[in-house]
């Protein structure tokens, strides 16, 4: 289970995140040469997406969002108002020149008829605008852990990308790359309803991309192992172990390294609420309050994109004598 929440913010936007909108909004804006007058964000989080488009010049801002509990966050934090409801299955009647998808499309199971329904948004409309952000998949050096096991369904080259835009009836105008500002390397794409001119090759390389996977899947089990390596005199002078994150990182270490069959694992604990009470693998995921900590215990950080803020918030279990370890050590400056 994906919760995509992060300790230690006090519901404050990443310094990523506020960069990441920084770059966005001037993009679009020097994409189509102004800021649009009205913005559909389809999957709008916690609305500080759109309040910065907002607090920029758009006027009319509204967001889509499934997560009754964001929609709420909307509300109360940015005053954003937001459709609850699945990007499947909300409706408007009102028409939008600037449509915003950012890390939506590699969570849809049918990706191409919510573009489709995005163009008939914009269908009568002198012009319309979309914005498309996504994780690009490239060179497997350049992706992170855990790429292809997030909750993530559909996964994009730069060309396969670009041409689901022109069959739902968008054209691009301009895209953006970045293979080291993220965890993972991202492609942003700015169409238009109306035809453009400027790129003319979409066709995917379908055999390069089964040797990326190939690639990346040779690569992925080294890379585990080789941080748990690391740490695993440590992990085997601990009293007890419990692994902090009941998600996809977690199923990773568990799954590409050798860590069960040289050391004990005493539990599962996660700031969650959602995820207590869930077995993953031999274990039940606890809130960590519930549990006795003692004097030598160690806590092994499984998360690769919260690492840093994770091991930030558990100095109150330092202060007791738990060792808390970073599994990856990277510097969350690229976290989303």
């Known amino acids: ?31 189509i040469g102004h800021l649009p007058s009205s913005a559909l964000q389809i999957g709008s989080s916690d609305g500080y997406t759109l309040s910065r488009f907002r607090d920029a010049g758009v006027e009319r801002v509204l967001g ?36 915003l998808l950012t890390h939506v499309l ?8 919510i573009l489709a329904k995005c163009r008939k948004i914009q269908s009568n409309i002198d012009e319309g605008f979309i914005y498309i952000e996504v994780p690009l998949m490239t060179n497997p050096d350049s992706l992170c852990p855990g790429f ?12 396969n990308l670009l041409q689901s835009l022109k069959l739902a009836g968008y054209s691009p105008v301009s895209l953006i790359e970045h293979f080291n500002s993220n965890l993972s390397p991202i ?37 585990w192992q080789g941080c748990l390596d690391v740490v695993m005199s ?14 996809i990182h977690t199923c990773q270490l568990v799954a590409n390294t050798n860590l069960l069959e040289y050391c004990k694992v005493d539990g599962l604990t996660d700031t969650s609420s959602l995820k207590w009470g869930l077995k993953q693998g031999e274990w039940i995921c606890q809130d960590p309050a519930s549990i006795n900590w003692q004097e030598g215990d160690t806590v092994l950080i499984s998360s690769y994109a919260s690492e840093k803020e994770i091991f930030n918030a ?9 060792e808390t370890l970073k599994l990856h050590s990277i510097d969350n400056i690229r976290a989303r």
């Open 1 to 31: 289970m994906a919760v995509y929440t992060n300790p230690g913010r006090q519901e404050n936007p990443s310094d990523a995140k506020v960069r990441d909108l920084d770059e966005q909004i001037q993009f679009i804006k020097r994409g």
């Open 64 to 99: 889509v969002e499934p997560s009754s509990a964001s929609v709420e966050l909307a509300k109360r934090l940015y005053q954003i108002d937001c459709i609850d409801s699945s990007a499947e299955d909300f409706q408007t009647d009102e028409r939008f020149e600037l449509l």
């Open 106 to 113: 590699e969570h849809l199971y049918q990706p191409q008829e």
């Open 148 to 159: 292809f096991s997030f909750e993530h369904i559909n996964y994009y080259t730069k060309e």
């Open 187 to 223: 492609i942003g794409v700015l169409a238009s309803t109306k035809k453009q001119n400027n790129y003319v090759c979409f066709r995917a390389d379908v055999e390069g991309n089964r040797r990326i996977l190939k690639d990346y899947h040779s690569k992925e089990i080294n890379y």
């Open 234 to 247: 440590k992990l085997q002078q601990s009293k007890r172990i419990f692994l902090w994150g009941a998600g």
């Open 314 to 322: 558990l100095s109150w279990l330092r202060d007791k004598g738990v």
